[in-house]
């Protein structure tokens, strides 16, 4: 029952997080004129095609979409699938959450974490942007992940101080060498952030994790032909929810 009703949360703010990705790229990124004029968070639902206002049963997440085929009911577009695909991925990184930890403040912290995780690597993976208010929302949950852990430490954040001038390096040097940007400033500020909710132990697994699927990815792309540019954050989010669910196996702190 627990679960069918968390469920039903994460699905209410999967849709919420589809919707705001849409608003959020369109008005800061695209500067779509429509979006660009209304307030993000209090203007109701609308169709993205004709701009009809959307009636709320047909505002049911996933099923709405379902019993609607895809097709919107005012004009008969086709709603982009993205909305559907999001909603699914909040609810199953949720429900991993749910069912791999056991308090209720670590599930929902963790949740929300992943939730603004979900954000950076969508926005991320496609436009090749961080957003820098989303950075600032991650910091202050990373702090309370990391305070409730007790990893709050001088050891642990000097770590974290550490990676992040590493990766502030990193970007230097490629910039010296390739004479163009290979790190995003986005992610020098991302990396650091994430560190702070695992044990130092676990900051080389991340940052490998994090460029071994980078590496997947330009391989699967270059065959694909698209642009080589490799979003990083995208991967470094992918890395770091797999330490929220617990997925690295725990190594000893010496
Ligand atoms: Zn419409």
């Not at 679960?3 to 990705?21: D, W």
């Not at 709320?56 to 004009?75: N, T």
């Not at 770590?159 to 390096?169: E, K, M, P, R, W």
């Not at 995208?234 to 617990?246: K, M, Q, R, T």
Request: positive net charge; charged residues 15%.
């Amino acid at each position: 029952m627990t679960l069918v009703l968390f469920i039903i949360f994460a699905a209410i703010l999967g849709s919420f997080l589809a919707s705001f990705i849409y608003r959020f790229t369109n008005k800061n990124i695209l500067k779509e004129s429509y979006v660009s004029k209304i307030n993000i968070f209090t203007e109701p639902s609308f169709c993205s095609h004709c701009k009809t206002k959307i009636d709320w049963y047909h505002l049911i997440p996933v099923l709405s979409y379902l019993f609607l085929r895809g097709k919107a009911k005012c004009c008969g577009a086709t709603i982009s699938s993205r909305y559907f695909l999001t909603e699914i991925l909040v609810i199953s990184s949720f429900s991993l959450i749910f069912i791999t930890n056991d308090s209720w403040a670590l599930i929902l912290l963790k949740s929300f974490i992943s939730l603004t995780l979900i954000f950076i690597a969508l926005i991320d993976y496609q436009y090749k942007i961080i957003p820098l208010n989303s950075l600032l929302i991650l910091f202050i949950l990373a702090l309370i992940l990391s305070a409730t852990e007790g990893l709050l430490i001088l050891p642990e954040v000097f770590v974290t101080i550490i990676s992040g001038f590493l990766l502030l390096a990193t970007r230097w040097l490629f910039f010296k060498l390739k004479g163009k940007e290979g790190l995003g400033l986005g992610d020098v500020i991302l990396f650091p952030i994430l560190t702070l909710m695992i044990p130092m132990t676990l900051v080389p697994i991340l940052l490998l994790t994090a460029s071994l699927l980078g590496i997947v990815e330009f391989f699967l792309s270059s065959k694909l032909k698209r642009d080589s540019e490799i979003a990083f954050g995208f991967h470094l989010a992918i890395a770091s929810y797999l330490g929220l669910v617990n997925f690295y196996p725990i190594l000893p702190l010496i």
